[in-house]
Each structure stands twice: as structure tokens, then as C-alpha cells.
């Protein structure tokens, strides 16, 4: 914990538990690779690793402690690979908007802590989405203003792009 310049963490395999705190404070943290062996993710283990924008839970995890991602304030995207394992209080904060856990995986409820609960087809595999643009203000809509996305086919305001993985476009 603490390490403010550690950017990527790798757990050995073999590693059953993460201890409470172990990464706490890291702020520069931005990858953690979780190896199936882990069982449990301890109290405060990440908390306030600022710049951790991702996470993948192996589904060999059971259990997940107190805070263990609290004031993570780059965390948006958390998938679990297995079945839904017993949480403590507090785990996540914002700007998480909703955990992923892969289809078929049980004891999943609609929400965490008020943070909406999804299926997805596994984590690593895109995200498909639509994009719906509205150009404003009308006199520029009148004068012809279109858009596109990642260079493609032009759209007229109010026109819906879909099939979009999930992440950046321009």
C-alpha cells in the first residue's frame, strides 16, 4: 500500500487472499491483473486507487471486504467472471455506474449499493452499443450541420449510429 508510483500489479498465481489494505493509496495504479487462485479480496484493499479506470474479478472470487474499492474515482467498468461472491459494506463509490458479472452466473441481484447489476457475454468482449445524436441549434440543423462517427456515413441530426463497441470514437 501506499506506493504512489506503482502503475501495474500483477498477484502471483498460487496468491489465495488479498490482504485488507494491500494496495491501498496506490494513486498511480492503473492495471491489476487477478489470477484465478484468489478467493477472497480483503477490506480496503484498493481503496482510493485513484487512477484505476477498470477491473476483472476472476470467478474464483468468494468474497470481497469492506471498502475494498472505495473512492476508486477512475473506476468505471467492473466485470465478475463467476458467481456473485458475499460483499461487505461500501465496496464501490462513484463513478461506477454499473458491475458486470458474465451470463450464466448466479446469486446476482438487479443492484449493489443502488449500482445496477448486468449480464454481459464476458468479460473482454465488447460491448455493443448504439449512439444518438441531436444538433442544436435548429438554425444549424436548417443550414445543413451533420455528423458522423470514426469517419464513417454522415448522420442528420437526430439519426441513431449502431453496432458501436464499447470505449472511444471520434
Known amino acids: 500500500?501506499?506506493?504512489?508510483s506503482l502503475t501495474n500489479a500483477t498477484i502471483g498465481n498460487g496468491v489465495t487472499l488479498i490482504a485488507d489494505g494491500e494496495f491501498a493509496l496506490d494513486s498511480s495504479l492503473t492495471n491489476v491483473t487477478i489470477p484465478g487462485s484468489?478467493?477472497?479480496?480483503?477490506?480496503?484493499?484498493?481503496?482510493?486507487?485513484?487512477?484505476?479506470?477498470?477491473?476483472t474479478i476472476p470467478g474464483s472470487v468468494t468474497s470481497v471486504g469492506?471498502?475494498?474499492?472505495?473512492?476508486?474515482?477512475?473506476l468505471t467498468n467492473v466485470c465478475f467472471e463467476g458467481n456473485a461472491p458475499s460483499f461487505g459494506?461500501?465496496?464501490?463509490?462513484?463513478?461506477?455506474?454499473?458491475?458486470?458479472y458474465v451470463s450464466g452466473a448466479t446469486g446476482w441481484g438487479s443492484n449493489y449499493q443502488g449500482i445496477p447489476i448486468e449480464a454481459c457475454a464476458g468479460c473482454g468482449i465488447a460491448v455493443i452499443?448504439?449512439?444518438?445524436?441531436?444538433?442544436?441549434?435548429?438554425?444549424?440543423?436548417?443550414?445543413g450541420a451533420r455528423w458522423q462517427v470514426d469517419s464513417g456515413a454522415w448522420q442528420n441530426s437526430g439519426a441513431i449510429v449502431t453496432n458501436l463497441a464499447g470505449g472511444n470514437h471520434t
Open 1 to 4: 500500500g501506499n506506493c504512489v
Open 38 to 55: 484468489v478467493t477472497s479480496i480483503g477490506g480496503n484493499s484498493f481503496t482510493l486507487c485513484t487512477s484505476l479506470p477498470s477491473l
Open 66 to 74: 469492506y471498502g475494498a474499492f472505495s473512492a476508486c474515482d477512475s
Open 89 to 100: 459494506s461500501n465496496v464501490f463509490s462513484a463513478p461506477l455506474t454499473v458491475i458486470f
Open 129 to 143: 452499443g448504439a449512439l444518438q445524436v441531436t444538433l442544436n441549434p435548429p438554425c444549424a440543423v436548417a443550414d
